[in-house]
C-alpha cells in the first residue's frame, strides 16, 4: 500500500513519529539517534525513516514548510499508516520578549491566520490544543535537561514574508513564538482522535534582527531533538 505522497507500506512506520520540517535533519536525526534505520519513503524527497531508539521503534519524517504541507503529510500517517503520536521539531520566531534566541518553545496551543479549521464548519473558534500526555512529559524531560524552555501559545502563519505587521498584535495577546506548521497538525489530531505536540527551538528574533548561524541551530536542535525523543520513548499511548 502507499498514499499519493509516502511509499512507504503498513508496518513500515512506527506508532510514534517525529516530523521535522526538512528532510534532510530526519535523514540527520535517524543516522545520529537511531539504531537499524531504514528508509521507508522518498516521495518528492521527503524523507521517512523507522528505527530504535533506547530499544523503542521510531519513526522519524519530514514535513516541509507551512500548515497545507505538515497537513497532508500529518493526514496520511494517522488515517492511513495507524500513526498515534506526532511530535513536530522545528523552528520559530520569537514573538515575546521573554523569549530569547536558541531557547525552546513547547507548544501548549496554536493561534493562526490560516484558514484550515473553515473546513470543520464550525460555529465559533477552534483553539488547536497539544496533547496532554506528550505535553506533559515533555515538560518534566526539558525540565530535566537543564535547558531554557517555555510553554505557551505560538502563531501558526500562512506567511514568512508578512506585509501586514502584524506580529505586534499577536504580541499583545502573549504569543510566545511564530511559525507555519502547528495548528494544522493540532487539528489533524484532534480530528482523527490521534496525539500531537510542537517543540520548537527559537531560530531568530524578528522584533530585535537576530538570528542563529547555522553551527547554532545545529546545537540547540539537539537539544530539541533529544526532548522530542525521550518524550517519544516515555509515550505508551
Ligand atoms: N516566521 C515564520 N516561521 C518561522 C520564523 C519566522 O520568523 N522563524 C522560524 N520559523
Request: glycine share 6%; with cysteine; aromatic share 8%.
Amino acid at each position: 500500500m502507499s498514499t499519493p505522497h509516502n511509499n512507504a507500506n503498513i508496518g513500515n512506520i512506527a506508532q510514534t513519529v517525529l516530523m521535522p520540517g526538512d528532510p534532510l535533519r530526519a535523514k540527520f536525526i535517524a543516522e545520529n539517534y537511531l539504531d537499524n534505520a531504514v528508509c521507508y519513503n522518498d516521495v518528492r524527497g521527503m524523507l521517512g525513516f523507522t528505527g530504535y531508539y533506547k530499544n523503542k521503534k521510531i519513526s522519524v519524517q519530514g514535513s516541509g514548510m507551512g500548515i497545507p504541507s505538515i497537513a497532508i503529510y500529518s493526514y496520511e500517517l494517522y488515517k492511513e499508516y495507524g500513526v498515534d503520536n506526532i511530535i513536530r521539531i522545528g523552528t520559530a520566531g520569537a514573538i515575546s520578549d521573554s523569549v530569547n534566541l536558541r531557547d525552546i518553545v513547547i507548544a501548549m496551543s496554536a493561534s493562526t491566520n490560516s484558514a484550515f479549521a473553515n473546513q470543520y464548519n464550525l460555529p465559533g473558534t477552534y483553539a488547536p490544543t497539544a496533547s496532554w500526555n506528550l505535553l506533559s512529559n515533555a515538560v518534566k524531560i526539558a525540565g530535566k535537561n537543564n535547558v531554557p524552555y517555555h510553554v505557551g501559545n505560538v502563531l501558526s502563519s500562512d506567511t514568512f514574508y508578512d506585509d501586514s505587521d502584524s506580529l505586534a498584535l499577536w504580541k499583545k495577546m502573549n504569543v510566545l513564538a511564530i511559525e507555519m506548521e502547528s495548528a494544522a497538525l493540532y487539528m489533524n489530531a484532534a480530528r482523527l482522535g490521534k496525539n500531537a505536540l510542537c517543540i520548537l527551538t527559537v531560530s531568530d528574533c524578528p522584533f530585535r534582527g537576530l538570528s542563529t548561524t547555522p553551527q547554532e541551530r545545529q546545537n540547540s536542535f539537539r537539544s530539541m531533538m533529544e526532548i522530542a525523543l525521550d518524550t517519544a520513548v516515555c509515550t505508551n499511548i
